[in-house]
């Protein structure tokens, strides 16, 4: 169920820096994440997904990682721009779940100019 | 790219009064859509699975008789949020999985509807 009364963490950066979005998955059987942006009124916009069967995989500007050892997962942005202020959410399902996902708490990142 | 639509953006109605929330698939054929409740500063929370011709799912918690899903079409999804209350006040966002990809997780989101009752 929902929790309330959650902040969600922050994380600020310089423009130009690279920004680490770090995530804590709580299911092992979970075969699939993916890492959304939300911008302030608006739904969840995909940014990039990885499989299990996967540590580490690259798109423009950002890099996942999965460990799932101990079900952690990362986002990374390299050169952050003040257009990549938002909201960032991971998010977890399974095979076996028919599509449904769980979101993660999310992270609010602020880049200043 | 496959886009959603929410219809309307935002209401504000009074409470007691019953609301009505649409979700479509422009370009594309959902057999799977998925309504979600955000509050402020919060993550999302799955509220339940719509599936075409055939009742929703609701996950534990989510009264299925006051949060009414209809997905009459393979196009159209709608929430109805019955004898609306302040404390239903919230950000809904619906997702929309295309049809015949069974073996994929895509899943496209909607732009979402922010209900202020009043």
């Known amino acids: 169920g929902e929790s309330v009364g959650l902040h969600l963490p922050t994380l600020s950066v310089q423009e130009g820096d690279n920004s680490i979005i770090n995530c804590a998955y709580s299911?092992?059987?979970?075969?699939?994440f993916i890492w959304y942006k939300q911008e302030s009124g608006k739904g969840p916009q995909f940014i990039i997904d990885?499989?299990?069967?996967?540590d580490k995989r690259q798109g423009q500007r950002v890099t996942v990682l999965l460990n799932k050892t101990v079900k952690h997962l990362s986002l990374q942005i390299a050169a952050t721009q003040p257009g990549d202020s938002a909201v960032y959410f991971c998010?977890?399902?399974?095979?076996?779940?028919?599509?449904?996902?769980?979101f993660g708490q999310g992270t609010i990142l602020t880049v200043h100019p | 790219g496959a886009v959603v639509s929410q219809h309307p953006s935002w209401v504000i109605c009074k409470s007691g009064t019953s609301v009505k929330i649409e979700c479509r698939s422009l370009?594309?054929?959902?057999?799977?859509m998925f309504w979600y409740r955000q509050f402020p500063k919060q993550s999302l929370m799955l509220m339940a699975t719509?599936?075409?011709?055939?009742?929703?799912?609701?996950e534990q918690g989510v009264e299925k008789d006051k949060f009414l899903i209809n997905h009459a079409s393979l196009t159209l999804s709608t929430l109805t949020v019955t004898s609306a209350h302040p404390e239903d006040s919230s950000f809904y966002i619906c997702?929309?999985?295309?049809?015949?990809?069974?073996?994929?997780?895509?899943?496209?989101f909607g732009p979402g509807t922010r209900l202020t009752v009043l």
């Open positions: 719509s599936n075409e011709g055939s009742k929703a799912t609701y």
């Open positions: 370009d594309f054929q959902a057999t799977t």
């Open positions: 997702s929309a999985r295309p049809a015949g990809t069974s073996g994929s997780y895509t899943q496209y």
């Open positions: 990885i499989r299990s069967n996967m």
């Open positions: 998010a977890e399902t399974r095979s076996t779940s028919y599509g449904k996902l769980t």
């Open positions: 299911n092992s059987a979970s075969d699939y």
